[in-house]
């Protein structure tokens, strides 16, 4: 049986009304900051928390989390945007079809673009 995808949203990606809206669709989706993860947090201790805690972790921050998962290959999936490549409404969309149709492990080590699940 595979284990549902559970998203934490990194600090750039950490907006209130993304977080809510995956919430509100039933999701598992945390956000920086929380109980786990500070707000000044660096890239490399998000994607760690978001591993330790079972998580993939949705970023604009391309560059860094590219580099970090050359370091950590079996983190737990990097979901990477362009930021304003969507809209709000279009990205909530699209992760909520990512978070239906995968599953955690399919992302174990695995760096992917959002813009592949737009239809």
């Known amino acids: 049986m595979s284990r549902k995808l559970h998203l934490h949203l990194d600090a750039d990606t950490s907006s209130k009304s993304l ?36 998580r993939a972790i949705f970023t604009y921050n391309i560059r860094d989390f590219v ?29 909520d079809r990512v978070l239906r149709e995968t599953s955690a492990d399919e992302w174990i080590g695995q760096v992917r673009w959002l813009n592949d699940w737009k239809s």
């Open 67 to 95: 580099a970090l998962a050359r370091l950590y290959p079996n983190h737990g999936g990097i979901i990477l945007a362009f930021q304003k490549s969507m809209t709000l409404n279009e990205t909530i969309v699209v992760l």
């Open 19 to 54: 977080h809510k809206a995956l919430l509100d669709l039933g999701h598992d989706v945390t956000r920086t900051p929380t109980e786990w993860m500070a707000l000044d947090a660096s890239d490399e201790q998000q994607l760690l928390g978001a591993t330790a805690q079972g």
